[in-house]
T-cell receptor, first 112, second 114 residues
Framework: DQQVKQNSPSLSVQEGRISILNCDYTNSMFDYFLWYKKYPAEGPTFLISISSIKDKNEDGRFTVFLNKSAKHLSLHIVPSQPGDSAVYFCAAHSNYGQNFVFGPGTRLSVLP | DGGITQSPKYLFRKEGQNVTLSCEQNLNHDAMYWYRQDPGQGLRLIYYSQIVNDFQKGDIAEGYSVSREKKESFPLTVTSAQKNPTAFYLC?????????????FGEGSRLTVL
């Protein structure tokens, strides 16, 4: 049973437009959420995170929104650039757990 | 520069052979992890270690073994008991006890069983 879900396996967006990647979780004990970006044949790199005490965190073109009541978070990329084309993983962590739980990933393609 | 080094990047193995994947970090992190990536399944935790000489099974530990004799090293052995070992393997580290800390990943090792 997946505790972290990313229901869209892929997403295509035109360059300059907004990309919205979604993530849902089932475990209410999760209190810290992260987004990772991964290029083929490379390890994931950390992008942005949010604590459960916040509902928004912004870093440049990247903003993560958290809706705790819906157990839903989203990553917004504005404006999207071709270099943003990658697989994006949502991950969750609990202070009571020992590890990070990852979603299956969403492949973003930004078209020039 | 600080980071995590995984080797080899590509590895081929015959069925029935054990193989060991290397992971070394110079970030002075206490915690280290091994994940496996399969298409459409995200990253699944194999083993993790919070401190030297101690490690715990993750969600898919069967057919794998690890050791943590040194803080900077966390090798993973894929044994012949692993039913479907062909995958992309990722090593990561984090600051122990810092639940809000991020994971730092190596570049991965792709294992193919022939």
């Amino acid at each position: 049973d997946q505790q972290v879900k990313q229901n869209s396996p892929s997403l295509s967006v035109q360059e300059g437009r907004i990309s919205i990647l979604n993530c849902d979780y089932t475990n209410s004990m999760f209190d810290y959420f992260l987004w990772y970006k991964k290029y083929p044949a490379e390890g994931p790199t950390f992008l942005i995170s949010i604590s459960s005490i916040k509902d928004k965190n912004e870093d440049g073109r990247f903003t993560v929104f958290l809706n705790k009541s819906a157990k839903h978070l989203s990553l917004h990329i504005v404006p999207s650039q071709p270099g943003d084309s990658a697989v994006y993983f949502c991950a969750a962590h609990s202070n009571y757990g020992q590890n990070f739980v990852f979603g299956p990933g969403t492949r973003l393609s930004v078209l020039p | 520069d600080g980071g995590i080094t995984q080797s080899p990047k590509y590895l081929f193995r015959k069925e029935g052979q054990n193989v060991t994947l290397s992971c070394e970090q110079n970030l002075n992190h206490d915690a280290m992890y091994w994940y496996r990536q399969d298409p459409g399944q995200g990253l699944r935790l194999i083993y993790y270690s919070q401190i030297v000489n101690d490690f715990q099974k993750g969600d898919i530990a069967e057919g794998y073994s690890v050791s943590r004799e040194k803080k900077e090293s966390f090798p993973l052995t894929v044994t012949s008991a692993q039913k479907n070992p062909t995958a992309f393997y990722l090593c990561a580290s984090s600051i122990r006890g810092r639940a809000t800390g991020e994971l730092f990943f190596g570049e991965g090792s792709r294992l193919t069983v022939l």
